[in-house]
T-cell receptor, first 110, second 115 residues
Framework: GENVEQHPSTLSVQEGDSAVIKCTYS??????FPWYKQELGKRPQLIID?????GEKKDQRIAVTLNKTAKHFSLHITETQPEDSAVYFC?????????FGTGTRLQVFP | NAGVTQTPKFQVLKTGQSMTLQCAQD?????MYWYRQDPGMGLRLIYY???????DKGEVPNGYNVSRLNKREFSLRLESAAPSQTSVYFC??????????????FGNGTRLTVT
């Protein structure tokens, strides 16, 4: 079926530490994997995405890795800052739609 | 460009009432989507329209109907609201058809409470 599992559901880190969020998906035909950040009361906003022909992508302090064989992908945030505190969602494509994970609440303590 | 515009921002309904949530995008996108967001359950797809003239069910379509009025507009209707439909509703759009490999752009959401 359509399923994207995301772990952990909550993550607390000290400012400056790294944070890693992991997702697995079930549909081997999925080929597009975006990550969204949602601040309290706001809409989800894209922070990084990766397509299936690429294994890793970086954008400043954030990176995403993809293992198509194992059907999992991860978000890595380095040198975390208090403004990174938010809920993060992974998603996987299924034909014409995106299936989302259940979200990770990241708290960065100063 | 306003992007994706949703109206209203807030709505309170009594059980059994009906209403339509409006969504419009000005980015000339082909695909449009309605998601609902509930605590601890992420974003769940209600209905989507991969292109003008088509609509399809998502993960949680029961109790909802949609209309793709034209390329810009995609509305979501609750015919007989139930407390279980209390949620935040997000509309989104994407330029792609024939396989999604580009990001969704979200509206600001509609917070609906059914009493």
């Amino acid at each position: 079926g359509e399923n994207v599992e995301q772990h952990p559901s909550t993550l607390s880190v000290q400012e400056g530490d790294s944070a890693v969020i992991k997702c697995t998906y079930s549909d081997s035909a999925s080929n597009y994997f975006p990550w969204y950040k949602q601040e309290l009361g706001k809409r989800p906003q894209l922070i990084i995405d990766i397509r299936s022909n690429v294994g890793e992508k970086k954008d400043q302090r954030i990176a995403v890795t993809l293992n198509k064989t194992a059907k999992h992908f991860s978000l890595h945030i380095t040198e975390t800052q208090p403004e990174d505190s938010a809920v993060y969602f992974c998603a996987a494509s299924k034909v014409d739609k995106l299936i989302f994970g259940t979200g990770t609440r990241l708290q960065v303590f100063p | 460009n306003a992007g994706v515009t949703q109206t209203p921002k807030f709505q309170v309904l009594k059980t059994g009432q009906s209403m339509t949530l409006q969504c419009a995008q000005d980015m000339n996108h082909n695909s449009m989507y309605w998601y609902r967001q509930d605590p601890g359950m992420g974003l769940r797809l209600i209905y989507y329209s991969a292109s003008e003239g088509t609509t399809d069910k998502g993960e949680v379509p029961n109790g909802y109907n949609v209309s793709r009025l034209n390329k810009r507009e995609f509305s979501l209707r609750l015919e007989s609201a139930a407390p279980s439909q209390t949620s935040v509703y997000f509309c989104a759009s994407s330029p792609k058809t024939g396989g999604l490999n580009s990001p969704l752009h979200f509206g600001n959401g509609t917070r609906l409470t059914v009493t």
